[in-house]
């Protein structure tokens, strides 16, 4: 277990090298990658980071979207992250992203 002064520290370094969300993940995807490879990490350990990240962000579907739909689609675009062989896209081409606000 780190201490709060190692936390602090490593907060402070990470804002310092101006690292953020969309670094973080890059760096997780790209590490996946690498672990599968290199035979570390199997399909179902993939997997399972996958639907972690799913479920997290399924937490913030808008309200007029089913979270099932939603989640649906972000598993299908993390598919496509992950397997770095298709190009994923901008958001605004989500279904819930085009559908009429109420």
């Not at 002064?5 to 310092?16: Q, S, V, W, Y």
């Not at 599968?36 to 399909?43: C, E, F, I, N, P």
């Amino acid at each position: 277990m780190t201490s709060t002064i190692e936390r602090a520290r490593m907060h402070d370094d990470l804002k310092n090298v101006g690292l953020r969300a969309q670094a973080t993940a890059a760096g997780l995807v790209q590490l996946c990658r690498e672990l599968t490879a290199a035979g570390v990490l199997d399909q179902a350990a993939v997997d399972r980071v996958k639907h972690a990240i799913a479920d997290e962000i399924a937490l913030t579907a808008p309200r007029p979207i089913p979270r099932a739909s939603f989640r649906e689609e972000v598993c299908e675009r993390l598919d496509a992250l992950f397997a770095g062989d298709e190009k994923v896209g901008p958001a605004e081409r989500l279904s819930f992203a085009t559908q009429d606000e109420r």
